[in-house]
């Protein structure tokens, strides 16, 4: 299996609510990555875990809360977002999180915050 | 921090023809370059990489070349194909993370 999997694939939730991404890769990567990505732009790293622990948060709001059960899957916890989190998020992995290693990307889930 | 620059942001060539696009860095440190191609509605898919050890890399219709005195790396595209347009992305890495550049819509018309 040489994918990355994603689930949703769209999501519509209140500024209320509370709802979790999840991502999960069988190619025996030992980091996975969080990105968002907004229309016509790049994506932005949010996060980065590396045999399971959180090794890298770029300053994201806390209202994003990433979770790594096992080196397999990845979620992202979401509340209380507001209309500008509406994006694209994407999920990667590679092989162990080091320098010069390709990141495989899944096919993301579209947010729409209302 | 790392800085991509990317140009240009649109490029319109006709099938056949053949697609230059060009990025910069700014941290020496970067040692990994990969482009992506992403077409509308669907993820980054990586096309072709370069690590800072090797000058050119060539796969099939795709080659990508990188000059480390200069921190700039380039994607060439031959005999471009409609099915080539899409939006491509440079990145330049050091250590664990990618930075992108803004990317480049590709455009390419039977």
């Known amino acids: 299996d040489t994918e990355v999997t994603q689930t949703p694939k769209h999501l519509v939730m209140g500024m209320t609510n509370k709802k979790s991404l999840k991502c999960e890769q069988h190619?025996?990567?030992?980091?996975m990555y969080w990105y968002k990505q907004k229309a016509k732009k790049p994506p932005e790293l949010m996060f980065v875990?590396?045999?399971?622990?959180?090794?890298i948060n770029e300053s994201v709001p806390s209202r994003f809360s990433p979770e790594c059960p096992n080196s397999s899957l990845l979620n992202l916890h979401l509340h209380a977002l507001q209309p500008e989190d509406s994006a694209l998020y994407l999920c990667?992995?590679?092989?162990?999180?080091?320098?010069?290693?390709?990141?495989?990307f899944g096919p993301g889930t579209r947010l729409l915050v209302l | 921090g790392e800085n991509v620059e990317q140009h240009p942001s649109t490029l319109s060539v006709q099938e056949g023809d053949s697609a230059v696009i060009k990025c910069t860095y700014s941290d020496s440190a970067s040692n990994y370059f990969p482009w992506y191609k992403q077409e509308l509605g669907k993820r980054p898919q990586l096309i072709i990489d370069i690590r800072s050890n090797v000058g050119e890399k060539k796969d099939q219709r795709i080659a990508v070349t990188l000059n480390k005195t200069a921190k700039h790396f380039s994607l060439h595209i031959t005999e471009t194909q409609p099915e080539d347009s899409a939006v491509y992305f440079c990145a330049a890495s050091v250590y664990s993370t990618l930075t992108f550049g803004k990317g480049t819509m590709l455009l390419v018309s039977p």
């Open positions: 875990y590396s045999y399971e622990k959180l090794s």
């Open positions: 990667a992995s590679s092989q162990g999180g080091g320098a010069r290693e390709t990141q495989y």
């Open positions: 190619m025996g990567h030992r980091a």
